[in-house]
C-alpha cells in the first residue's frame, strides 16, 4: 500500500478494535512490557488502515514509531523488518555503513554484549572481539606409520 493513501479519508467503525489497541498502548504507557497485537484478515478489509489508526492513536500518546516490512515473497538482504527497526531505534537511515552503526551504538551507549546483538541484527562485522575469541586452525592429521603387524 502506498504510504499516506488513507490520508484525509475518516476511519469508519473498528471501535472495538481499536479500544484493545488503545488499552494494550496505555498498558505498556503504565510500564507494562511491551506487546504483540496481531491484526489478520483477508486482503481490503482494513488491516493497513487499522495499523495507520494505531499508530497516529500512538505518536499522540507521545510513542515513537518504527515500521519494518514483512513480504510474503521476501525482501532485499539487509532490509528485513528487524534490521529496518532496529535501525529505526538507533536513529539510523535505511543504508547505513558500518561506522554509522558503530557511531550509534556509541551515541546510544551501549555496552557489552548488546553491541553484540546489535550488529548481529544489522548485519555488520563484529568489532574489538580479539580478546574474547581463540582462534584455531583445525589440518587433517598426518596419516599414523603403518606397523609391521598391520600390514598384509
Ligand atoms: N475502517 C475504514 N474506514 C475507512 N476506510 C477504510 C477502512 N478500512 C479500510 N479502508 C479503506 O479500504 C481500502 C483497503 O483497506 P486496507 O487497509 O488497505 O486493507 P488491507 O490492508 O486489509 O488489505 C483502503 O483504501 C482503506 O483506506
Ligand atoms: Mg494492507
Do not use: N
Request: net charge neutral.
Amino acid at each position: 500500500m502506498k504510504r499516506g493513501a488513507s490520508a484525509g479519508v475518516p476511519l469508519v467503525g473498528r471501535r472495538a478494535e481499536l479500544e484493545q489497541c488503545r488499552a494494550v498502548l496505555a498498558a505498556i504507557g503504565e510500564g507494562a512490557s511491551g506487546a504483540v497485537v496481531v491484526v489478520r484478515g483477508e486482503p481490503g478489509i482494513g488491516k493497513t488502515r487499522l495499523v495507520e489508526e494505531v499508530q497516529s492513536i500512538a505518536a499522540g500518546m507521545g510513542f515513537a514509531r518504527h515500521m519494518g516490512w514483512v513480504l510474503d515473497f521476501g525482501t532485499e538482504r539487509g532490509h528485513g523488518a528487524v534490521r529496518t527497526i532496529v535501525a529505526g531505534l538507533l536513529g539510523l537511515e535505511r543504508d547505513t555503513s558500518s561506522d554509522d552503526v558503530e557511531s550509534a551504538i556509541d551515541a546510544a551507549k551501549l555496552m557489552g554484549d548488546d553491541c553484540l546483538y546489535v550488529r548481529d541484527l544489522l548485519e555488520i562485522p563484529q568489532r574489538g572481539m580479539t580478546d574474547r575469541f581463540t582462534r584455531l586452525s583445525i589440518e587433517r592429521p598426518a596419516p599414523a606409520p603403518r606397523s609391521a603387524s598391520s600390514s598384509v
